[in-house]
């Protein structure tokens, strides 16, 4: 799996608190499944529920939550868009130790995707994909449909 080493390294990177230390964030998968639908190949989906904890944490929860909505923007994009899943895919929990710090702890409802396969020798290969990327890249942040007659904008978010 390489989802929680991933998410693991973006945090570290971009929670200022944990840059100093690193060793305040836990990682763990939790309720870990594999589906695997016995096609001609062995391709398999690995689902679990991923565990961040951070310890003696005196930041503000917003300087966590927004690096790892934007990771999942990217990694795992229908925890933010799918409603059903939206609705329990990122669970969060919080013990005040004291005016200034919490443990915290997030849980995320991911999945990864492994496709096996042959290359031209024969030999197994197993590859993990990355997640289909929104399309919405494509548009001009200057169109204003209003002239198509549809009365909205499009705007791109500051």
């Known amino acids: 799996m390489n989802k929680p080493e991933n ?5 570290l990177a971009t929670v200022s608190e944990l840059k100093h230390n690193p060793d305040r964030l836990l990682i763990f998968i939790d309720n870990g499944k ?9 391709s398999f989906e690995y689902c679990f ?8 944490f005196a930041g503000h929860p917003d300087s966590v939550m927004l690096p790892t909505l934007g990771w999942l923007s990217v990694h795992q994009s229908e925890l933010l868009e799918n409603l059903s899943k939206a609705s329990d895919g990122i669970q969060f929990e919080a013990d005040i ?7 915290m702890s997030l849980t995320l409802s991911l999945t990864e ?3 096996v396969g ?5 030999n197994t290969t197993i590859c993990h994909p990355g997640e289909p990327q929104r399309a919405a890249d494509f548009l ?6 209003d002239a ?3 009365g909205s904008e499009w705007v791109l978010p500051k």
């Open 7 to 11: 998410l693991r390294a973006h945090l």
């Open 34 to 42: 594999i589906r695997c639908t016995a096609a001609h190949t062995f």
């Open 49 to 56: 529920d991923l565990q961040v904890i951070l310890t003696d």
């Open 97 to 103: 130790l004291d005016n200034s710090k919490v443990d």
């Open 113 to 115: 995707r492994v496709v």
């Open 118 to 122: 042959k290359d031209d020798q024969g």
């Open 140 to 145: 001009d942040p200057n169109w204003i449909p």
């Open 148 to 150: 198509q007659g549809t």
